[in-house]
Each structure stands twice: as structure tokens, then as C-alpha cells.
């Protein structure tokens, strides 16, 4: 779709936003391609008006001439990083950390090491490390354990609000009252407080994912329990990605867990992480081995300095016992010879990884490009190579792709086969319901469609397009009112020029306008 910029945003050449993506990528880590240069273009042009600088090419020129690293670093993660969310998001999650995860965890120590390290990798303004507090309270056999929960975050502002601890009652949306009541204190009719007992048991820190400091004993980001790193791997470029993922995988424990967006889970591809499907929440594991020497030898941490999480209000609950055979830890040592081989094993498993991983790339960019005929007989040759067939998540993604080539050149019937294969292998990707109930659709089966879209909101009730395409499948006209206002609403705070993930260009401001429309016309 192309959308027409105002003539603000068509002052910066091309060049100079091919430099200022640039500058970001390697600044803070994330990425825009340029179908994503109008929702770039429109921060800059904020960030220029609160600095009164003249135009947005002004702006950009000025951001990139600025000697100063860090003040850049600070305005580019000021505007450009994301902060909207909300306590116990995704709640299958919390199940999943408070029955299985934790329990798993205290099993596995020594009766010498009673301690636990839980990490919210990109903590944005809090909610999300004070809902593992929360969590962590409910556990009564935790009360004579050393905790350590670790927030960290890129933006100085996020770290601040959440050292704060005010929020309004939209961030309480998914949260018990009982639990509200119980930790947080009122201030007014729309802003609580956190309690203190609580604010204490989280250390806010801030910290560049894209950076090399970590894992480190220093900021307490080595020997991790359980790392939740959600709804951020998706805006790095994927050279950065796995960056991240390999110090996230040297950061945990052995037999540690690491915690993705179902969105994400994709992009896990570290030979070291074995994934599992549990309670409906898929989850990554560190296999049960040792630190190798190779894996520490770029880390110099300082001495290790003990930070002990004061206990807090714990429940009466009573916390189902975990058997510690069934979860004991692996305590042999490889052999040398083994290890060189595991280890050669490793990089050779890596290596046809990445080649695997370029030849989707080249695809994936035929497609883009619309040649649809060349993309999939790429796709094709992928999926006849015998190394991705122990590759799970990026055989699904290989699929996904191949599903779209299909759909776009009108083979309805072959995409619908991909799409479900695409789904059984992860039934996590709401992307992948929404495109098989496009499909679905268009082979006239409504009432699958709609089965498929809500099932999509039940992973992800936040998920506008299943909303808004919901609306225009249910019968029921009360229905139909209920999914264009929850349409409205979820895109009532996203500027109007951003472009909706998953749409193929579509903007908020032009979905909004459809779905206000829609409901005008229902007769609001």
C-alpha cells in the first residue's frame, strides 16, 4: 500500500535515513526497514519539535553530527523504544513460572545453594518484573531462599517510572483485584502506588541488550534461573538477534529457562536450547550441562558480591512438592575428548544454521519483491534438506512463507495444507491463525475462519487484526459492535501513520477509519 507522507517527513533524503538507520541499529539495536521509515520519520520530527529544532532533516543531521554518544544513544532510546504494558500479560505464563517453572528450579539446587535469580531482560516500566515479585510471593517454601530478581531496561525514563511504581489502572487490565489490594496503595481514582515491601524485592537496572556486558557477575546478569525476554527480539535485525541470544543462553544456568513472546519463538535457532510446549506456553531450556572454559573466557567479572532479596507477604497456599530425583542436576564432568567434540558438533550445527538461515532470507526477499514462482521453489529446496528437519521452529518458518507464495499466486487449497502444518508444529504464532483464516475466507468457510481468529485472540487477546476481522465474519450484529470497538480502542493510543505488523502496509490511521465506518454504518 502506498501511503502519501506529509511533506515534513519527504524533507530527509534517503541517504541521510539509510545513515540515522545506521547509527541506530548500532547505537541501541533496533532496526527499521524501510516500510517501517514513516513511523521513524514521524519520531524524529517529535523528537525535533521538543529540541525546536527546524525540520526533520534538521534533526537527523543534528543527531548525526552530535559528538556526544551517550546523549545520542539516551534521545534515540527515549523515542524510539516501546512502553506499553501491563501486569501478568499473558497469563498462562505466571501459571506456568509459579506451578512448574520455579518448584523445577528449587528442586534442582544443592542444599547448599537455597537461591534463585529471575531476570525481566527489557523490564520497560516495570510491570513486568513486579508481576514476577508478585509471583514469587505466592510461594511459601521460598521464604528462607535467597531471591534475586534483576529488571533491566535500555531506557533511562522506563527504569525511572518503574523505581517509581505509579501506574494508572489500565496497566491493572489482567490483573486479580484481590492482588491490587494487596500490593498496591491508592493514590486516586486512576493511579496507584506499588507497596514499598514489594518495590524493594526488584533492583532496576539499566542495560543495552545489543551491549557486551553481560553476562557478568557484576551486574548480576550470570548463573540466571529464569530469564523473561519479551516482545524485543522482534525489533533487532538478526545478526543482533542472535547476539543477544547467545549471551542470554551463557547467562542462565544449566537447566535454566529463557522466556520469548509467542512471536518469538521463532528465532530461537541455539543448538544449546532445547524448546518445550507446556500448559500452553512454549518455553526454551538450557541443556543440562556445565559452563564450558570457551564460554566464560570472554567474561573478567569482578568478585562476586551477594545481593539477598528480603522476604516478603507470603500466602498460606500450599505449593504442590516436586519430586528432586525426577529434577536432580547432572553432576559428571565430561571427558576433554568429549567435550572437543561437542563442541565441534556445536559449530558445525551452528554453520548450517546460518547457510540455512540465508537461503530463507533470499526467499523471503523474492517474496517481498513479488516473485512468487522464485520464492517458492527456494522454499522447496529448503524444505528437502535433510538438516532442517531438526530444526523445528525454522521448518515452521520455511512453511509460513511457503503457505504465503501459494496463497498469493491463488493456490488456496495448498496454502491451507502449509498453513495448518505451520500451526500444528507452533500453535503460539497468532500470525499463522490470522493468515489460515484469511485462507479459510476465501474458500467461503466463515465459521472455520472465525473458530481460527478466536483462537488467535485467546493466545492474544490484544491482537487488532483478529479483532477488526472478526467483526466483519460474525453474524450477530451486537457482535460485531463489541470487535470494532475493541478494534478502536487497541489502536486508540498507536499514531495513525504506523504500519500494522502483519498487515502488508496497512496503516492504524486507515484501519481506524474503516472500522469507525464499519460501525457507523451498524448504527452505533
Not at 562476586?304 to 500466602?315: L, M, P, W, Y
Request: proline letters at 4%; glycine letters at 4%.
Amino acid at each position: 500500500m502506498n501511503k502519501v507522507l506529509p511533506q515534513t517527513e519527504k524533507e530527509i533524503p534517503h541517504y541521510l535515513m539509510v545513515r540515522l538507520n545506521d547509527v541506530i541499529r548500532k547505537s541501541i539495536g533496533l532496526y527499521f526497514p524501510e516500510n517501517r521509515w514513516p513511523e521513524l520519520q514521524r519520531k524524529i520530527m517529535m523528537m525535533g519539535r521538543d529540541l525546536n529544532l527546524d525540520n526533520a532533516t534538521a534533526t537527523v543531521q543534528w543527531l548525526l553530527d552530535l559528538p556526544q554518544q551517550r546523549r545520542r544513544e539516551d534521545l534515540l532510546t527515549s523515542y524510539l523504544t516501546i512502553g506499553e504494558t501491563f501486569f501478568f500479560r499473558d497469563q498462562e505464563v505466571w501459571n506456568l513460572l509459579k506451578q512448574t517453572i520455579i518448584p523445577e528450579r528449587m528442586a534442582a539446587k544443592t542444599a547448599n545453594e537455597r537461591a534463585l535469580t529471575l531476570w525481566s531482560a527489557a523490564c520497560s516500566s516495570g510491570e513486568e518484573p513486579y508481576s514476577i515479585a508478585m509471583t514469587v510471593s505466592q510461594i511459601p517454601a521460598l521464604e528462607e531462599w535467597d531471591v534475586i530478581i534483576l529488571a533491566t531496561d535500555i531506557n533511562k525514563a522506563f527504569i525511572a517510572k518503574a523505581k517509581k511504581g505509579d501506574y494508572s489502572k489500565w496497566s491493572f487490565r489482567n490483573m486479580s483485584p484481590w492482588l491490587v489490594s494487596k500490593h498496591f496503595n491508592k493514590k486516586n481514582d486512576n493511579c496507584y502506588s506499588i507497596a514499598s515491601s514489594l518495590k524493594k524485592t526488584v533492583s532496576f537496572v539499566q542495560l543495552n541488550l545489543a551491549g557486551n556486558n553481560y553476562p557478568s557477575d557484576m551486574n548480576h546478569t550470570s548463573g540466571v534461573d529464569v530469564i523473561f525476554c519479551r516482545n524485543v527480539l522482534m525489533y533487532f535485525p538478526p545478526k543482533l538477534r542472535q547476539h543477544v541470544i547467545n549471551r542470554l543462553f551463557m547467562a542462565l544456568n544449566p537447566g535454566g529457562w529463557l522466556l520469548l513472546a509467542a512471536s518469538e519463538i521463532g528465532f530461537i535457532e541455539h543448538p544449546g536450547l532445547n524448546g518445550e510446549h507446556m500448559d500452553g506456553v512454549h518455553v526454551f531450556r538450557k541443556q543440562n550441562v556445565p559452563h564450558t572454559d570457551r564460554c566464560r573466557k570472554h567474561f573478567q567479572p569482578a568478585a562476586a558480591k551477594t545481593v539477598t532479596v528480603q522476604s516478603i507477604n507470603h500466602s498460606n497456599r500450599k505449593q504442590t512438592p516436586i519430586s528432586s530425583a525426577t529434577h536432580a542436576r547432572t553432576g559428571q564432568q565430561e571427558l576433554p575428548q568429549a567435550k572437543v567434540k561437542s563442541e565441534e558438533k556445536k559449530a558445525a550445527e551452528r554453520e548450517e544454521c546460518a547457510s540455512l538461515m540465508e537461503q530463507y532470507h533470499a526467499a523471503d526477499k523474492l517474496f517481498q519483491e513479488r516473485c512468487y514462482e522464485e520464492a517458492q521453489t527456494k522454499l522447496q529446496e529448503l524444505l528437502e534438506v535433510n538438516e532442517l528437519q531438526n530444526i523445528c521452529y525454522f521448518k515452521t518458518k520455511v512453511l509460513a512463507l511457503l503457505a504465503k507464495t501459494h496463497a498469493n499466486q491463488g493456490n488456496l487449497t495448498e496454502a491451507r495444507n502449509l498453513g495448518e502444518q505451520a500451526i500444528a508444529m507452533d500453535k503460539l504464532n497468532t500470525d499463522y491463525y490470522h493468515f489460515l483464516a484469511t485462507v479459510c475466507q476465501e474458500q467461503g468457510e466463515k465459521q472455520e475462519a472465525v473458530r481460527l481468529l478466536k483462537q488467535s485472540l485467546y493466545l492474544d487477546h490484544d491482537f487488532v487484526l483478529a479483532h477488526f476481522q472478526l467483526a466483519s465474519l460474525v453474524i450477530d450484529q451486537l457482535e460485531a459492535k463489541k470487535y470494532l470497538k475493541n478494534t478502536l480502542s487497541l489502536l486508540s493510543s498507536l499514531p495513525p501513520d504506523a504500519l500494522l505488523p502483519g498487515s502488508e502496509g496497512l496503516t492504524v490511521g486507515r484501519l481506524r477509519e474503516t472500522a469507525q465506518s464499519m460501525l457507523e454504518r451498524i448504527g452505533d
